[in-house]
């Protein structure tokens, strides 16, 4: 599994919490208080900055922590971008809505509780077991660090099967899922073929030793026109033969929220796993009308606003590929300042702060990049 921190006593960079035992734990309930403020903690990485662990204890609504299960940082990180994003907890509060007589245990409704409890609670950090243990039977073990960027796939994917709402799974669905039209043209007929290809992710190469790299520089490689040659080109059924072709991708539809998964984990030919720690820049703004768009969309002549997006979670990880820790940076939609969540600890932090996960030799490198449409931060419906 790449990206895994490993067992708590191989633990590096990272003070993991005492582990507990969580299946024990599902018999206890959970309070119905949650938290609305952060308290300062003692620092859980030594490779955070200590200038952002020495604040004094300050309450912040609605931004609050998730206590650590025991190498769960991976799930909070994840869990803090979802429950922050008011277009996804205004569906789970019209599921909830539509569900009152509904009881049990299940993903969606227990996803609706943890958030309700973060709204009320005057804690400072909550405990989101009963969410993990909805998870229990999709993950490869429990105490043992995974990935963040394959736990949103499992997680968005167990959700949708559990809503049982068409309507609210469809626009849940909407939410994330980028459409690209994937072309190939023959280059002896100049027959073109077109399909869509749907993702809740855009995968994102992140090569080494390459300077200046930034975050529009890695999508118009992913976007960039490739020229395959007879030998690893497609059929062509025009030719009735394989034959050179030029393959790429261009834009279709685009999501409420935007996710970039930097693929920042390489598998070597011996069998091990290592982490990418070049630098790759990334903007608060970004405009996907700069790359390729499938000629039907523009044909509906959408507007420039369309394209906007705004950055307002940053998942990160530290240290290598076998031993790490995972932290998110999340700008709140009400005051619209960035805090570090790091498990039960948050703080509010500047951009500048959200910069230094660029990339680094420390290996404190951006994950996952989630990004909103710029213009809903108008009219939102918040909670």
């Known amino acids: ?54 604040s004094t204890v300050r309450r912040f ?49 227990e996803l609706y509780r943890l958030f309700h409890q973060m709204e009320t609670t005057e804690q400072t950090a909550v405990n989101p077991v009963k969410v993990l243990l909805c998870l229990f039977p999709n993950l490869r ?99 009735e033969k394989r034959t050179a072709t030029l393959q790429g991708f261009k834009l279709f539809s685009l999501p409420s929220i935007v996710n970039f998964h930097l693929n920042r984990f390489c598998h070597r030919l011996d069998g091990f796993t290592r982490k990418i720690n070049s630098t790759l820049e990334f903007d608060e703004i970004l405009d996907l009308s700069k790359f390729p768009i499938s000629e039907k969309v523009l044909s509906q002549r959408k507007s420039q606003s369309y394209w906007l997006y705004e950055l307002f979670a940053v998942i990160v990880h530290m240290g290598s590929a076998n031993f790490g820790h995972y932290i998110a940076y999340v700008k709140y939609f009400e005051d619209k300042k960035w805090y570090l969540i790091d498990d039960s600890s948050v703080h509010s932090v500047q951009w500048e702060a959200v910069k230094e996960t660029f990339g680094s030799k420390r290996g404190q490198t951006a994950y996952l990049l989630l990004y909103r449409k710029a213009e809903q931060d108008a009219g939102a419906n918040t909670h």
């Open 61 to 109: 609504r609605n931004v609050v922590g998730l206590n650590n299960m025991g190498c769960t940082c991976y799930f909070n990180a994840l869990l803090q971008t979802l429950l922050l994003a008011p277009e996804f907890t205004c569906l789970l509060k019209r599921w909830d809505q539509m569900n009152l007589t509904s009881h049990g245990s299940s993903l969606p409704r």
């Open 1 to 54: 599994m790449k990206g895994i921190a490993g067992s708590p006593e191989m633990q590096e960079g990272n003070e993991i919490k005492e582990s507990q035992d969580i299946v024990s734990q599902k018999e206890k309930l959970v309070s119905s208080k949650n938290l609305t403020g952060c308290q300062v903690s003692q620092s859980s990485s030594e490779a955070c900055d200590q200038t952002q662990r020495q």
């Open 141 to 239: 073990k429990a105490n043992i660090q995974q990935d963040a960027g394959e736990l949103f796939h499992t997680l968005f994917n167990l959700l949708l099967d559990q809503l049982h709402d068409p309507q609210i799974s469809a626009e849940m669905k909407a939410l994330y899922e980028i459409r690209v039209e994937q072309f190939v043209k023959c280059q002896v007929c100049g027959v073109v073929s077109e399909k869509q290809s749907r993702m809740i992710s855009l995968p994102l190469q992140v090569p080494e030793n390459h300077p200046h790299l930034n975050l529009e520089k890695s999508l118009k490689m992913f976007f960039q026109p490739q020229n395959l040659t007879q030998r690893n080109a497609c059929f062509c059924w025009k030719c």
